[in-house]
C-alpha cells in the first residue's frame, strides 16, 4: 500500500512510541479528535500520544487507504493494551502542505 510520505511517517512514529515523531507529522496548528477530546498544535498532540502510549503501547498494521476528496482514510488494525485488543480503527486524514492538518480518529 502506497501511503503519502505524513501517514507513513505517522505509522512508523506509532509503531516507535516516539511522540515527538508522531507531533512533527503534524502542522503547527492540527487538530486531533480521539475519543470525545480534541487536541490542537503540535504541543498538545505530543503530550496527548505521550500519555496514550504510555497507557496503551498501541501499534497499528494499516489495512487500507481510501480518498474521498480532500480527506483519506486509512483503516487500520491496532493492537495494545486496551479491552478489545486488537481493534479495527479509521484515520480519517486531511493533509496540508505535506502535513497532517487533521485527524479524526472513530472505530
Known amino acids: 500500500m502506497n501511503l503519502p510520505k505524513a501517514i507513513a511517517d505517522l505509522v512508523k512514529a506509532q ?3 516516539d511522540s515527538v ?3 512533527n507529522c ?3 496548528d492540527a487538530v486531533v479528535h480521539d475519543e470525545g477530546h480534541s487536541y490542537t498544535g ?3 498532540i505530543q503530550q ?3 500519555k496514550a502510549n ?3 503501547n498501541t501499534v497499528m498494521q494499516p489495512i487500507d487507504l481510501e480518498e474521498t476528496g480532500a480527506i483519506r482514510i ?3 488494525r491496532v493492537s495494545g493494551t486496551f479491552d478489545g485488543s486488537p481493534a479495527v480503527l479509521r484515520y480519517h486524514v486531511e493533509l496540508k ?3 497532517i492538518q487533521s485527524l479524526k480518529i472513530t472505530g
Do not use: M
Open 15 to 17: 509503531d516507535n512510541f
Open 21 to 23: 515523531a508522531y507531533a
Open 26 to 28: 503534524f502542522t503547527e
Open 42 to 44: 503540535k504541543s498538545e
Open 48 to 50: 496527548w500520544i505521550e
Open 54 to 56: 504510555e497507557k496503551y
Open 74 to 76: 486509512l483503516t487500520a
Open 97 to 99: 502542505d505535506g502535513l
